[in-house]
């Protein structure tokens, strides 16, 4: 039986903000397999964003059990979260979070970095992500150079060059236009029934979410109905 990409177990998360408590998660239990493809959606203030910082590793939980990949987030220091962050999990946000004067290659190919992957096999590797995408004809391009579609699309490639078993992708829509957004969809469904990357994306809008096998929705820091249940 194979380990969940994800599981949490009456997760909490509790924040101290001039001395009032603000619990941002209340006990949330949920799993995520692996290959799976499902959205967490809720309303500004909800708790969908504190738990996507938690389920990607960003953040630890106040209280219960959260384990990516079989590992236990409570049970790892800083470095060996950035670890486990860096070889499990891609990410693909709102903004893009490209490096303005660095290339399409090298801005896909800098996870590799950090592994310590050697540069020739970092630019293969990054090529061929890109590749991937659509961009094979953007290598040397800086985020200036392209569109927005094209920039998220470096960002996926980004996400996979690690070839993790997640994908987390946080409102990869919501600085698109319809049709560049369908585009961008079409693309990380595509990366979740041919490769078999287990994809969570974190919405608002319940059209995008709808598109996900699985709808997780959380209100007021509890999973409110979960599709799967």
């Given at each position: 039986?194979?380990?969940?990409?994800?599981?949490?177990?009456?997760?909490?998360?509790?924040?101290?903000?001039?001395?009032?408590?603000?619990?941002?998660?209340?006990?949330?239990?949920?799993?995520?397999?692996?290959?799976?493809?499902?959205?967490?959606?809720?309303?500004?203030?909800?708790?969908?964003?504190?738990?996507?910082?938690?389920?990607?590793?960003?953040?630890?939980?106040?209280?219960?059990?959260?384990?990516?990949?079989?590992?236990?987030?409570?049970?790892?220091?800083?470095?060996?979260?950035?670890?486990l962050r860096n070889e499990h999990i891609g990410f693909v946000f709102q903004s893009f979070h490209l490096l303005a004067r660095t290339t399409?290659?090298?801005?896909?190919?800098?996870?590799?970095?950090?592994?310590?992957?050697?540069?020739?096999?970092?630019?293969?590797?990054?090529?061929?992500?890109?590749?991937?995408?659509?961009?094979?004809?953007?290598?040397?391009?800086?985020?200036?150079?392209?569109?927005?579609?094209?920039?998220?699309?470096?960002?996926?490639?980004?996400?996979?060059?690690?070839?993790?078993?997640?994908?987390?992708?946080?409102?990869?829509?919501?600085?698109?236009?319809?049709?560049?957004?369908?585009?961008?969809?079409?693309?990380?469904?595509?990366?979740?029934?041919?490769?078999?990357?287990?994809?969570?994306?974190?919405?608002?809008?319940?059209?995008?979410?709808?598109?996900?096998?699985?709808?997780?929705?959380?209100?007021?820091?509890?999973?409110?109905?979960?599709?799967?249940?």
């Amino acid at each position: 039986m194979s380990v969940p990409a994800l599981e949490a177990v009456d997760v909490t998360r509790v924040y101290e903000m001039e001395g009032v408590r603000v619990e941002a998660l209340k006990g949330v239990t949920l799993t995520i397999g692996q290959g799976e493809y499902a959205a967490i959606l809720g309303p500004s203030g909800s708790g969908k964003s504190t738990l996507m910082h938690l389920l990607g590793a960003l953040d630890r939980p106040s209280s219960g059990v959260l384990r990516v990949g079989g590992r236990d987030v409570a049970a790892l220091d800083d470095s060996e979260l950035a670890e486990l962050r860096n070889e499990h999990i891609g990410f693909v946000f709102q903004s893009f979070h490209l490096l303005a004067r660095t290339t399409a290659v090298d801005n896909v190919g800098m996870p590799l970095m950090y592994r310590g992957v050697p540069r020739p096999e970092r630019r293969e590797r990054a090529v061929a992500a890109l590749e991937k995408v659509g961009l094979g004809h953007r290598l040397d391009h800086r985020p200036n150079q392209m569109s927005g579609g094209e920039q998220q699309r470096v960002a996926i490639a980004r996400a996979l060059v690690g070839e993790p078993q997640l994908v987390l992708a946080d409102e990869p829509t919501g600085n698109l236009d319809t049709r560049t957004g369908e585009e961008v969809m079409a693309l990380l469904e595509r990366l979740n029934t041919e490769q078999g990357v287990a994809v969570i994306l974190v919405t608002h809008e319940p059209d995008v979410a709808v598109r996900a096998r699985r709808q997780i929705h959380i209100r007021d820091g509890l999973v409110e109905r979960d599709t799967a249940a």
